[in-house]
């Protein structure tokens, strides 16, 4: 099983600043990683799908990159709505697994 | 718009069963895999189980396989799981979501979730 690990747990900032988050997989998966946000009470949404590609509708503020198996999400100026829980996704081997998520709050 | 609705949801005994169901609309559903994805309360996301766009190949968590069934209606636009010999543990809430093509890929579309307690 492919293991998704994020860092950090929890990142404080305020909004304008620039967040960077981070999923690492314990193997290779290639490109095959995705992002979510979830706000609290709501479904997630797709940001980021194999590894940088922004999802329908999704602000260009939001970006993805890859360096062999590390992945970063970049919030380039946060907005007041950005501040969620963030999970990254692999789909590159069976089973699909998750990240733990990050949190993302208000400083 | 693309839309998934679950229903089905409600509170079961350890050991009973219990069928969730998901209406999808705005979509060809049949040209898509859909998924389960179960969120346990205060926890993270957890992959469940996948079913291809014509329904041949299915794929199931460890946790729940033997247990749960997903099947698809592609005439009525539905998905299901069934869920068998329910433990605590299953207790989260439920989400169908959609894939971005007709086997494995990102999850582009989520239904608002149906919550299962097992108590």
């Known amino acids: 099983e492919i293991v998704l690990t994020q860092s950090p747990a929890t990142l404080s900032l305020s909004p304008g600043e620039r967040a960077t988050l981070s999923c690492r997989a314990s193997q290779s998966i290639n490109y095959y990683l995705a992002w979510y946000q979830q706000k609290s009470g709501q479904a997630p949404r797709l940001l980021i799908y194999?590894?940088?590609n922004r999802a329908s509708g999704i602000p260009a503020r939001f970006s993805g990159s890859r360096s062999g198996t590390d992945f970063t999400l970049t919030i380039s100026s946060l907005e007041p709505e950005d501040f969620a829980v963030y999970y990254c996704q692999q789909r590159s081997r069976w089973p699909v697994s998750f990240g733990g998520g990050t949190k993302v709050e208000i400083k | 718009q693309e839309q998934l609705v679950e229903s089905g949801g409600g509170v079961v005994q350890p050991g009973r069963s219990l069928r969730l169901s998901c209406a999808a609309s705005g979509f060809t559903f049949s040209g898509y895999a859909m998924h389960w994805v179960r969120q346990a309360p205060g926890k993270g996301l957890e992959w469940v189980s996948t079913m291809w766009y014509d329904g041949r190949d299915k794929y199931y968590a460890e946790s729940v396989k033997g247990r749960f069934t997903i099947s698809r209606d592609n005439s009525k636009n539905m998905l299901y799981l069934q869920m068998d010999t329910l433990r605590s543990e299953d207790t989260a809430v439920y989400y169908c979501?959609?894939?971005?093509?007709?086997?494995?890929?990102?999850?582009?579309?989520w239904g608002q979730g149906t919550m299962v307690i097992v108590s």
């Open positions: 194999d590894a940088s």
């Open positions: 979501a959609k894939s971005r093509q007709e086997t494995l890929d990102a999850f582009d579309i």
